[in-house]
């Protein structure tokens, strides 16, 4: 059974820095693109970044282009999200998960991911 367990979330001022972790596991990690979903209270999830198999590839969105940074270590199981110069408007509950089919690039729609973790609440103060 896959499992991805979210860590490094919490509180922070505007400017500040968090790192989010992902460690999975029940699936051969270092075959599947890996992503970053958020979602702030009355909105819908929205993709942040994610990295290819090898993790030659990323994407962002374009808000958080320059600011956060998707990484992984396929040795460890782990997908990490380097969030700098956070915004209030990065306020969220923030979710890992694995791309639906092996060896995918960077996908970016929700429907391309099938396993996701509970989430983590980062929350920027102004």
């Known amino acids: 059974q896959v499992q991805l367990v979210e860590s490094g979330g919490g509180l922070v001022q505007a400017g500040g820095s968090l790192r989010l972790s992902c460690a999975a596991s029940?699936?051969?990690?270092?075959?599947?693109?890996m992503g970053w979903f958020r979602q702030a209270p009355g909105k819908e999830r929205e993709f942040v970044a994610a990295?290819?198999?090898?993790?030659?590839?990323?994407n962002y969105r374009d808000s958080v282009k320059g600011r956060f940074t998707i990484s992984r270590d396929n040795a460890k199981n782990t997908v990490y999200l380097q969030m700098n110069t956070l915004k209030p408007e990065d306020t969220a509950v923030y979710y890992c998960?694995?791309?639906?089919?092996?060896?995918?690039?960077?996908?970016?729609?929700?429907?391309?991911?099938?396993?996701w973790g509970q989430g983590t609440q980062v929350t920027v103060s102004s």
């Open positions: 998960a694995t791309a639906r089919v092996p060896r995918t690039v960077v996908p970016t729609n929700i429907r391309d991911y099938d396993y």
């Open positions: 990295i290819s198999w090898s993790g030659g590839s990323t």
């Open positions: 029940g699936r051969t990690f270092s075959k599947y693109a």
